[in-house]
């Protein structure tokens, strides 16, 4: 089938580890996406990538780091300078990159900092 | 900056009836506006996307309309089913047309009560 996997569904990271969320998509979408997601806050954009060895910071990047080597793959590192980690993440991606279309969402990383 | 507001936070309405959800966005320069399904602890389902030219789209039970000038967006849920429940979620692009990511409303929490 085709679709966007994130993996691990729960990942729990010590104070001071970075910890890296997978998200891999089988669409052939150009775009891809990272948003995080807090109890009673609407998700907000971390990093996203409109091509290949490219992307782009959105509202939230500090203490995030991204990569987009492959089309499929974009996976997302959170590093110890974020000071807040624990939330729900989740991946996206959407078709085209010069224009909006429509999105598609993976099922998420619940990340817990122990 | 885009906000993006959603009324009500939560709704609860016995089985069968329809009902309305409202989304309204402080910058009326969108590309276009997608509404999604969120179930507990999972990710997003896209139900609709309206691009900007459009006034509204139609999926089964589901009605969306757009109204830019006015910054506003209803989903008209038809005969509402237990099924229902989640957390339905309204988003806008974030910038006139590139696929740089949605600012997203924090959701109306529905119940539908068998």
């Known amino acids: 089938d085709g679709g966007i996997t994130q993996s691990p569904k729960y990942l729990f990271r010590k104070e001071g580890q970075n910890v890296t969320l997978s998200c891999e998509q089988n669409?052939?979408?150009?775009?891809m996406y990272w948003y995080r997601q807090d109890p009673g806050q609407g998700l907000r954009l971390i990093y996203y990538?409109?091509?290949?060895?490219?992307?782009q910071k959105g509202d939230i990047a500090e203490g995030y780091s991204v990569s987009r080597e492959k089309k499929e793959s974009f996976p997302l590192t959170v590093t110890s300078a974020q000071k807040n980690p624990t939330a729900f993440y989740l991946c996206?991606?959407?078709?085209?990159?010069?224009?909006?279309?429509?999105?598609?969402f993976g099922q998420g990383t619940r990340l817990t900092v122990v | 900056k885009q906000e993006v507001t959603q009324i009500p936070a939560a709704l609860s309405v016995p089985e069968g009836e329809n009902l309305v959800l409202n989304c309204s966005f402080t910058?009326?320069?969108?590309?276009?506006l997608q509404w999604f399904r969120q179930d507990p602890g999972k990710g997003l389902t896209s139900l609709l996307l309206?691009?900007?030219?459009?006034r509204e789209q139609t999926s089964g039970r589901l009605n969306a309309s757009l109204d830019k000038s006015s910054g506003r967006s209803t989903l008209y849920i038809a005969a509402s089913q237990p099924g229902d429940s989640a957390t339905y979620l309204c988003?806008?692009?974030?910038?006139?047309?590139?696929?740089?990511?949605?600012?997203f409303g924090k959701g109306t929490h529905l119940i539908i009560q068998p």
């Open positions: 996206a991606s959407s078709l085209q990159a010069t224009q909006y279309t429509e999105a598609f």
């Open positions: 669409l052939n979408h150009d775009a």
């Open positions: 990538s409109q091509i290949v060895n490219d992307f």
């Open positions: 910058d009326s320069a969108i590309y276009n």
């Open positions: 309206i691009q900007s030219s459009q």
């Open positions: 988003a806008v692009t974030r910038s006139g047309g590139g696929a740089d990511g949605l600012t």
